[in-house]
């Protein structure tokens, strides 16, 4: 007959670290995981670190770029194409807890809105489908341009890495904790979303769809941007800019010729073309007094 193994001969498994006798058991929990923690924590932070650094040589290794371009602390862009911004935000849909999501790829330089797309939910693989028609359609070379974003999940996601690390773009995120360091997306939603057109609710995502094609056409080619001497983001992503202040100064010149008691302090000149966009301007150096 099999043998029958009672209570007192079964084995018991026991821990290297056992929880001490505690009268509460609750206390005594609490204590134990605080040691663990507390063991495990520099552990912990070497495996992190040799991860960090194996994940930074394979990169390397997969895309022919330079360290330097792996993290970019402050993108800076002196012409179009050569530093985007992309953000999502949700537009509310016809009911409560219903939205829709606006992706929207802006040039830093320019203002120019490169290209939008409207969902249902937020997905890596629908913004890794917008990022590379985007670039193909903008012809962006390797090497070439630097894509900014927050930390969101589709921003930092491992599709959306692989196609830039394919493409040759440098990825460049906001610092960790700062809620303003992807100011020029947020501003073009504020743009939008103050407009006196823009509806509380989209009745539909066909609804929403056909706004954004409508604003996006104003903002592009109709919008007289401040930051850009007032001129559209069409014509600064395009190269017309020069051409356009050029015949500003033409008109202003003559119209100083003609009345030159309407302007007071001094003849009148356009607006300055934008020479340089930054994601986070370095900060000035502070002057210090050397002497004794």
């Not at 999501?101 to 890794?128: C, K």
């Amino acid at each position: 007959m099999p043998r029958l193994i009672v209570e007192r001969e079964m084995p018991v498994a026991r821990s290297t670290n056992p929880i001490p006798p505690c009268p509460n058991a609750i206390a005594s929990l609490a204590a134990h995981t605080r040691r663990e923690r507390s063991v495990n924590t520099g552990r912990t932070a070497r495996n992190f670190r040799r991860n960090v650094v194996r994940f930074t040589l394979g990169t390397i290794a997969s895309a022919p770029l330079q360290i330097n371009q792996l993290f970019i602390h402050n993108p800076l862009a002196t012409a179009p194409n050569q530093l985007w911004s992309w953000d999502i935000t949700k537009l509310k849909g016809p009911t409560t807890w219903s939205w829709y999501h606006l992706y929207v790829i802006l040039d830093v330089f320019s203002r120019y809105a490169v290209g939008w797309m409207i969902a249902p939910h937020e997905s890596a693989a629908l913004a890794e489908k917008l990022i590379g028609t985007c670039c193909a359609r903008e012809g962006i070379t390797r090497a070439q341009l630097t894509l900014h974003a927050d930390r969101g999940s589709s921003m930092t996601s491992k599709p959306v890495a692989l196609l830039l690390a394919e493409l040759g773009v440098t990825k460049s995120h906001s610092r960790p904790h700062v809620s303003n360091d992807n100011p020029y997306s947020e501003a073009q939603f504020k743009t939008m979303k103050y407009r006196p057109d823009f509806p509380a609710r989209f009745g539909s995502i066909e609804d929403a769809r056909a706004h954004a094609v409508d604003f996006f056409r104003w903002y592009n080619t109709e919008h007289h941007h401040s930051a850009l001497g007032l001129h559209t983001p069409y014509d600064v992503h395009h190269h017309l800019a020069a051409a356009r202040h050029d015949a500003r100064a033409q008109v202003l010149t003559a119209a100083y010729a003609v009345h030159p008691e309407r302007f007071v302090r001094r003849p009148p000149s356009p607006r300055p073309l934008p020479t340089a966009a930054w994601i986070n301007p370095p900060l000035p150096p502070v002057a210090t007094d050397d002497a004794e």
